[in-house]
C-alpha cells in the first residue's frame, strides 16, 4: 500500500460524528454500539465514503477502549470486531480498498499530568490492537493524538503486537503545539523513531490553518505525511452547528499541500462524502512528491526539541552521583527535591541536555532512573540522556521515558553492541558510542577511527542511521597519559569527515589529579571545540567553561549578532531566577518543588495567617506560572506541577486550621462538568485543578453529566459561576441544551464553556456568556466574575 504513493495519492474516508449526527445519534448514545446495534447505519456511511472514492475506510472505533466503553454492554472485542466486521463487508469485492483500525486517545492524562500510568495506557491501546487483529484490520489508524505520551503507548502497542502499518496522527492548535505542549519537531522525531509507517496530522484547525504546521512536517519529516483537516472552524446559526468552508474551497487548500509533498488525505469534523469527492477530482492530474530524507541529528522531551550539529548544545553532567558525596546521600534518601533543584540549576544555567546517572550499589537503579526521569521531567523541559551501564535499566528507562532521549553509552565491545543497538532501534533514541572494545581504550586517533566505524556500521546493520550516532573518543587524563591526550582531538575531524555523525566528549575528565583544573578544563574545551565537538558533556555552573563556550560560540559565527554574548556581559541587568533559597515559597511553587513545599509553608504559618500567605506567596506564583504558560515560556506537565504543588500549600494551611478546630471557609463556588455525551474530561480536570490553587471551590460533577443534574445542584450548591466542557463534535450539541437549561432555571448564573470543537463565536451563538480557551483563561473570568 505504502509503495503505491509513487503512483497514486491514497485517500481516508471523512467525519464519522458528523455522519452520525445526520443520520441521528441520540444524546448520551456511544456511537461505537453502533456497530452492534445498528451495522446498517455504519455500513451505508462507509458505503457513502466509498462511492466518493476513498480507499481506506476507518472502522467505527475511534473510543472503542475499556474506558469509555467503562458503562457499555458490550466488551472492547465486541465492539472492534462488529466494526472492522462492517467495514469489511462495505469493501467486499472492491480493488484496492483497505481497514483501518481507528484508535483515538483514551481521553485521560498519563501519569505525571494524571492518573493513567504508561504501562497501563500501554495495555488498553494493547486490548484494542489485539482485537483488530483478530478481526483482519489492514492498518492501525492511531489519530487525534495530543499527548506524545500517549502516542508512544498507542505505537509500542500497535508495533509489539502487530505487523499491520502504523498511520499516526497529531492534533496541533494554531500556535504550532499540541494540547500537552508537543511541537512539529519533536512528534516527528519519536514517531519516526518509533518506526511508524504515516505521521501526520488531523483535527482541531481547517485546512487552510494547518498549512503552517504541514511546512513544517514537510521540513523535518521524511516519512510519508497525511493530513485529515476540519471543514474550517466550526460555526452555529439557526440552531445548526456547521463548519465554515465548502468543499472546493476545502479541496483548494488540500491542492497546496499535495504540491507541497503531503501523499494521504482525508477529513475530519465537519467533513462528508462530499468533502473527499472534490479532494479526489481536485487531486485527479497530480502524482504524489517523494519526500526527500532528512538528516537531523535531534534529541527531544515532550515539548523541546534540540538540534546537535547547528551550535554547540551542552549536555549537563551534574546528575551523577560519581564523586558527588551530596547527591549520593539525596538518592539514598530518596530526595528527589535535591535531584530537582540539580536539574532546574543546570537548565538555568544554559544547559540544554541533562545526563542522568542514578548508579549506585545500595539502591534499586531500575525504579530509582524511572522516578528520577518523571519528576524532572515534570519539572524541566530538557531532552534527557539515559547513562547507565545497566542494560534492563536503559531498556526501562527508554520505554517509559516521554520524548527522544540519548541512550549512554554503547561501545565497541561485542557484547555492548548486541545488548545496547536493539534498545536504540526498538525505542528510537540517539546513542552515546564510546571509542573502546576488547582491547580497552586505544592510543591514537586512528584507532579510535576504526572502533567508531565498527560501531556506525553496525548500528546501520539494525537500521540506525548515522544521524542517530553521537561518538565518543574518549578523554584522557593528562596526569597518567600525557603523551596520548591530543589523540582524542586529532580523532574528532577524522571522524566527522568520514561519517555524518556528532561529537561528544567529557572535557573534564582531561585535568584529573593536576592543580588549577579549570586552566586545564577551558583551555582543552576551546581545543575540542575548535577541532568539530558537538556537545560536550560538561558542569553548566561552571562559569569558566560557559566563557569559553560562548565565545566560541561568538567566533564560530553561531551567536548570531553576538546576542547571547552581549546579554551575558554586556550592561544588560537580567533577573536572576535560579533558586537561591531553600524557605521562598514563591520559588517553590514556580519550580514545583513539592516535597520542600509542606514544610516551608508550615514555617509560614508560624508568622502569617493563611490569606496572608495565599495573597503574598500563591496568587503571585500562580500568575507568574500562568504568565509564563501564555508566553509558551513552559507547557503544560510544569503548569500541572506548580499546582500541585501549589496545592500542597493549600492541605497545609487546611490541616492546620483543622487542628486549631477551623475550617477552611470559602464561598467562591465553581461548578464544572463535561456535558452528556461526552466523556473526555483531561481539560476539565486541569481547569479544575488550576481553580482549586487559586482558592475557588470547585463542584466537580465529573464527566458525561446529565443536564438535570447540573440545573439542581447549581440550585442546591449556591453557584456562581459554571464551566462546561466537551471535546467532541456529537456532542457539542449538548452543551447548548445544557446552557439553555441552565438560564432557564438560573439566568443570574454566568456560563463559561471550552473545549477542542468550540470557538468564541460558537461559544456566544450557544448562549455562553464566556469562551475559556485553557485553564490560565478560566482563572481570568473567575476573577472577572467573583470581584464583581
Known amino acids: 500500500m505504502i509503495n503505491k504513493l509513487k503512483e497514486k495519492f491514497l485517500y481516508f474516508d471523512g467525519a464519522m460524528g458528523t455522519m452520525l449526527q445526520k443520520s441521528g445519534l441520540n444524546i448520551g448514545e456511544l456511537p461505537e454500539e453502533l456497530n452492534i446495534l445498528k451495522p446498517e447505519v455504519i455500513y451505508n456511511i462507509h458505503k457513502e465514503y466509498l462511492n466518493a472514492g476513498a480507499n481506506i475506510i476507518s472502522a467505527n472505533t475511534f473510543g472503542a477502549n475499556k474506558l469509555k466503553l467503562n458503562n457499555s454492554s458490550y466488551t472492547v472485542e465486541e465492539i472492534i470486531i462488529a466494526g472492522i466486521e462492517v467495514a469489511k463487508k462495505s469493501i467486499d469485492g472492491l480493488e484496492n480498498k483497505y481497514v483501518a483500525l481507528d484508535i483515538g486517545p483514551t481521553g485521560t492524562l498519563l501519569s505525571p499530568l494524571g492518573t493513567l500510568s504508561f504501562e497501563d495506557a500501554y495495555d488498553i491501546f494493547k486490548e484494542q490492537v489485539i482485537a483488530g487483529v483478530k478481526a483482519r484490520a489492514d492498518i492501525i489508524l492511531i489519530e487525534t493524538m495530543t499527548d506524545l505520551y500517549e502516542l508512544k503507548a498507542a505505537v509500542l502497542a500497535a508495533k509489539e503486537n502487530s505487523n499491520l502499518p502504523v498511520f499516526?496522527?497529531?492534533?496541533?492548535?494554531?500556535?504550532?503545539?499540541t494540547f500537552t505542549g508537543t511541537?512539529?519537531?519533536?512528534?516527528?522525531?519519536?514517531?519516526?523513531?518509533?518506526?511508524?509507517?504515516?505521521?501526520?496530522?488531523?483535527?482541531?484547525?481547517?485546512?487552510?490553518?494547518?498549512?503552517?504546521?504541514?511546512?513544517?512536517?514537510?521540513?523535518?519529516?521524511?516519512?510519508?505525511?497525511?493530513?485529515?483537516?476540519?471543514?474550517?472552524?466550526?460555526?452555529?446559526?439557526?440552531?445548526?452547528?456547521?463548519?465554515d468552508i465548502s468543499p472546493e474551497e476545502y479541496s483548494h487548500e488540500i491542492n497546496k499541500m499535495a504540491n507541497k509533498g503531503v501523499s494521504i488525505f482525508g477529513g475530519c469534523c465537519g467533513t462528508t462524502p462530499e468533502y473527499i469527492k472534490s479532494i479526489i477530482a481536485t487531486l485527479d492530474e497530480l502524482k504524489p512528491l517523494e519526500l526527500t530524507k532528512k538528516h537531523f541529528t535531534t534529541t527531544t522531551s515532550s515539548s523541546k526539541t534540540v538540534f546537535l550539529g547547528d551550535e554547540v548544545k551542552i549536555i549537563g553532567e551534574r546528575i551523577n552521583p560519581t564523586g558527588k558525596k551530596r547527591l549520593k546521600e539525596a538518592l539514598r534518601e530518596n530526595n528527589?527535591?535535591?535531584?530537582?533543584?540539580?536539574?532546574?540549576?543546570?537548565?538555568?544555567?544554559g544547559s540544554d541536555i541533562l545526563d542522568i546517572n542514578v548508579g549506585l550499589p545500595d539502591i534499586d537503579e531500575k525504579e530509582m532512573m524511572k522516578k528520577v526521569i518523571s519528576e524532572v521531567q515534570s519539572v524541566v523541559s530538557l531532552p534527557l540522556q539515559i547513562d547507565s551501564s545497566n542494560v534492563e535499566v536503559i531498556e526501562t528507562a527508554a520505554r517509559i521515558y516521554n520524548g527522544k532521549p540519548i541512550i549512554n553509552s554503547v561501545n565497541g565491545k561485542k557484547e555492548s553492541l548486541e545488548q545496547i543497538l536493539p534498545i536504540v532501534k526498538k525505542y528510537g533514541t540517539l546513542v552515546v558510542a564510546l571509542t573502546l572494545n576488547e582491547e580497552g581504550i586505544p592510543k591514537t586517533a586512528k584507532k579510535r577511527l576504526e572502533i567508531a566505524s565498527n560501531i556506525i556500521n553496525t548500528a546501520k546493520s539494525y537500521g540506525i542511521s548515522e544521524e542517530n550516532i553521537l561518538i565518543d573518543p574518549l578523554v584522557l587524563t593528562a596526569s597518567a597519559e600525557q603523551e596520548n591526550v591530543m589523540e582524542t582531538?586529532?580523532?574528532?575531524?577524522?571522524?566527522?569527515?568520514?561519517?555524518?555523525?556528532?561529537?561528544?566528549?567529557?572535557?573534564?575528565?582531561?585535568?584529573?589529579?593536576?592543580?588549577?583544573?579549570?586552566?586545564?578544563?577551558?583551555?582543552?574545551?576551546?581545543?575540542?571545540?575548535?577541532?568539530?565537538?558537538?556537545?560536550?558533556?560538561?558542569?553548566?555552573?561552571?562559569?569558566?567553561?560557559?566563557?569559553?563556550?560562548?565565545?566560541?560560540?561568538?567566533?564560530?559565527?553561531?551567536?548570531?549578532?553576538?546576542?547571547?554574548?552581549?546579554?551575558?556581559?554586556?550592561?544588560?541587568?537580567?533577573?536572576n531566577t535560579f533558586v537561591t533559597s531553600n524557605s521562598d515559597l514563591k520559588e517553590i511553587i514556580i519550580r514545583g518543588l513539592k516535597d520542600e513545599a509542606k514544610k516551608v509553608s508550615l514555617e509560614l504559618l508560624k508568622k502569617y495567617n493563611s490569606i496572608e500567605i495565599i495573597n503574598k506567596y500563591m496568587i503571585p506564583a500562580l500568575d507568574i506560572v500562568g504568565g509564563k504558560y501564555e508566553q509558551q515560556e513552559i507547557f503544560l506537565p510544569q503548569l500541572i506541577r506548580s499546582a500541585e504543588t501549589s496545592k500542597v500549600v493549600f492541605e497545609s494551611i487546611?490541616?492546620?486550621?483543622?487542628?486549631?478546630?477551623?475550617?477552611?471557609?470559602?464561598?467562591?463556588?465553581?461548578?464544572?462538568?463535561?456535558?452528556?455525551?461526552?466523556?473526555?474530561?483531561?481539560g476539565k480536570n486541569i481547569v479544575k485543578l488550576i481553580l482549586e490553587n487559586y482558592g475557588y471551590k470547585i463542584i466537580d460533577l465529573g464527566k458525561d453529566v446529565d443536564i438535570e443534574k447540573i440545573v439542581e445542584t447549581i440550585h442546591n450548591e449556591n453557584i456562581h459561576l459554571v464551566g462546561l466542557s466537551a471535546l467532541m463534535t456529537t456532542t457539542v450539541k449538548n452543551m447548548e441544551y445544557t446552557i439553555k437549561a441552565i438560564k432557564e432555571n438560573s439566568p443570574q448564573i454566568k456560563i463559561m464553556v471550552g473545549g477542542a470543537v468550540l470557538t468564541p463565536d460558537y461559544a456566544s451563538k450557544i448562549g455562553a456568556d464566556y469562551y475559556s480557551k485553557d485553564a490560565r483563561e478560566a482563572v481570568n473570568i473567575a476573577k472577572k466574575i467573583f470581584e464583581n
Open 183 to 243: 511541537d512539529i519537531a519533536a512528534f516527528v522525531s519519536v514517531a519516526e523513531g518509533l518506526g511508524v509507517d504515516v505521521i501526520g496530522v488531523n483535527c482541531s484547525l481547517g485546512p487552510k490553518q494547518l498549512q503552517s504546521i504541514v511546512d513544517e512536517l514537510i521540513k523535518y519529516s521524511s516519512t510519508p505525511i497525511m493530513v485529515q483537516a476540519n471543514a474550517g472552524l466550526p460555526k452555529y446559526n439557526n440552531n445548526i452547528t456547521y463548519y
Open 654 to 682: 487546611k490541616e492546620k486550621l483543622a487542628n486549631e478546630g477551623n475550617d477552611f471557609v470559602d464561598n467562591k463556588k465553581i461548578l464544572l462538568a463535561t456535558v452528556k455525551g461526552d466523556i473526555h474530561d483531561i
Open 489 to 575: 582531538l586529532k580523532a574528532i575531524p577524522l571522524i566527522k569527515k568520514k561519517y555524518n555523525v556528532k561529537i561528544v566528549l567529557g572535557t573534564s575528565n582531561v585535568s584529573f589529579g593536576l592543580p588549577n583544573r579549570k586552566l586545564l578544563n577551558t583551555t582543552y574545551l576551546a581545543m575540542a571545540l575548535s577541532l568539530g565537538l558537538d556537545a560536550p558533556i560538561t558542569d553548566s555552573t561552571n562559569e569558566a567553561l560557559l566563557d569559553v563556550i560562548r565565545s566560541y560560540k561568538v567566533l564560530a559565527n553561531q551567536d548570531i549578532d553576538s546576542k547571547d554574548y552581549i546579554r551575558t556581559y554586556g550592561n544588560v541587568t537580567t533577573e
Open 336 to 349: 528527589l527535591d535535591y535531584v530537582i533543584r540539580e536539574a532546574i540549576a543546570q537548565q538555568d544555567t
Open 168 to 177: 499516526c496522527t497529531m492534533s496541533f492548535q494554531d500556535n504550532g503545539r
